[in-house]
Structure formats: C-alpha cells, structure tokens
C-alpha cells in the first residue's frame, strides 16, 4: 500500500514562529503537493513539486516556503506563523499505474496559531 | 483555468439506498482526469476513484461507480447499497494531465458534499 506519512497530525504554534511541516511518501513518486483546507473554501494548491529540488507555486504560496531536498520528503515552511494561517495542511504524491493516475493523501495536519 | 461545481451541500438518504452526488466541471483542455475522493470527520482524504477523459467505459471500483459524461462535462459519483459509514464529505476533483511531460498542477477541488446515511 502506498503510504504519505505527515510528521504532526496536530500542531500548536505562537505567531511568528518558524513551522516545519513533513511529508513522507514510499512509492517512489516524483510528483508531491501541499494543500490547505478551510471550512468554505475546500482545498487549495499552496506548492508542489515535480522532482527534487525543483517546486511550483500553487494557488496561495504567500506565506509558505516548500523544500525538497530528497525525492520521498517535501516540506513545508512557515516562515513566520500569522493566525491566518490556521487550517489543516494536508500532503499528496501522485502515482501511475497504466492510464490510471491516482493522488495519495497523508492524514493531515491540524495547525493552530496563536 | 479549472472549475468544479458541486451542487448539493448535504443530503440526507436512507441506509442500502443508491447515492448519487453531483459534480460538473469546466475546463478547455482534452486531457484531464477526474477523481472522487471521501473525507470522513477523522481528516484524512481517501480516494475512491478516478476517471480518465480518454476512458470510454465508466469506472468502477466496488460500491462506487462514476457517471461520466463528457458532452455535459459531469462526472456524478454513484453509491450502490448505502451503509452508515459512508457518511462522511465527498470531494469531486479533477487534474490536467500532459502524459508526454508529468503533471501540469495539483488538483483543483469542488466545495463537497456532505452525505449522511440515516439508518
């Protein structure tokens, strides 16, 4: 079974602060991504990235810094946590076995800033 | 740019019923795919299933099975036999897809259904 592992499923952060958010997937796949998701406005593409070392912004990047600086690990980073920034992040890799393309999801982190 | 309308914010249906949630979408482009994914209220996004624009036959997978209609631009997910744990979110989603070089972004999601099975 494919696994994305997220190294918190919840998070506790005083604005300012730095945040690291982890990512983990094992199937070998090249194509990883960052979402958020908020009550109303569903999931939001904040980064992703095609291979290592390379990343494009998604729909929000403002406020986010993503690395990659291993094929199975895509981070996340708060450079300084605002209470705006409060939601659930959740990571996805995607795999493809023949036509058929299928997007993994870790479990999700839940980020409080206060 | 990529849309996805999902029209019923809730329902409520009867335990072993048949579900159908709607999604419709609008894109320009010929090669995408479609996807349905469950949220229950533990968090974690749990594909369903998935349906390539080039696929001719609807997909299937268990219990769920996708209505494709590609002149309508819908993609409704339909649930056979309702147990109480499909109660839960449904996301509608799709992706553009360029097989000659990866993906071109991350999936673009439509607000959700919640779907609650009344026993």
């Known amino acids: 079974d494919v696994k994305v592992t997220q190294s918190s499923r919840y998070l506790v952060k005083r604005t300012g602060e730095k945040v690291f958010l982890e990512c983990v997937q094992d199937?070998?796949?090249?194509?990883m991504f960052w979402y958020r998701q908020d009550p109303g406005l569903g999931l939001r593409l904040i980064y992703f990235?095609?291979?290592?070392?390379?990343?494009e912004k998604g729909d929000i990047p403002e406020g986010y810094s993503v690395s990659r600086e291993k094929k199975e690990r895509f981070s996340l980073i708060l450079e300084s946590a605002s209470t705006n920034q409060t939601s659930m992040y959740l990571c996805?890799?995607?795999?493809?076995?023949?036509?058929?393309?299928?997007?993994?999801f870790g479990p999700g982190t839940r980020l409080l800033v206060l | 740019a990529q849309k996805i309308t999902q029209t019923q914010p809730g329902m409520f249906v009867q335990e072993k019923e048949a579900v159908t949630l709607d999604c419709t979408y609008d894109?320009?482009?010929?090669?995408?795919?479609l996807f349905w994914y469950k949220q229950p209220s533990s968090g974690e996004m749990i594909f369903l299933i998935y349906q390539g624009s080039y696929d001719e036959q609807n997909a299937t997978e268990g219990r769920y099975s996708l209505n494709f209609q590609k002149a309508r631009k819908s993609a409704n997910l339909v649930i056979s036999a309702s147990q109480l744990g499909d109660s839960a979110m449904y996301f509608c989603a799709m992706r553009l897809l360029m097989y000659s070089g990866g993906g071109a972004d991350g999936l673009t999601f439509g607000k959700g259904t919640h779907l609650i099975i009344q026993p």
């Open positions: 894109t320009s482009d010929q090669s995408y795919g």
């Open positions: 996805a890799s995607i795999g493809t076995s023949g036509i058929q393309e299928t997007q993994y």
């Open positions: 199937m070998d796949h090249e194509n």
């Open positions: 990235s095609y291979d290592v070392k390379m990343k």
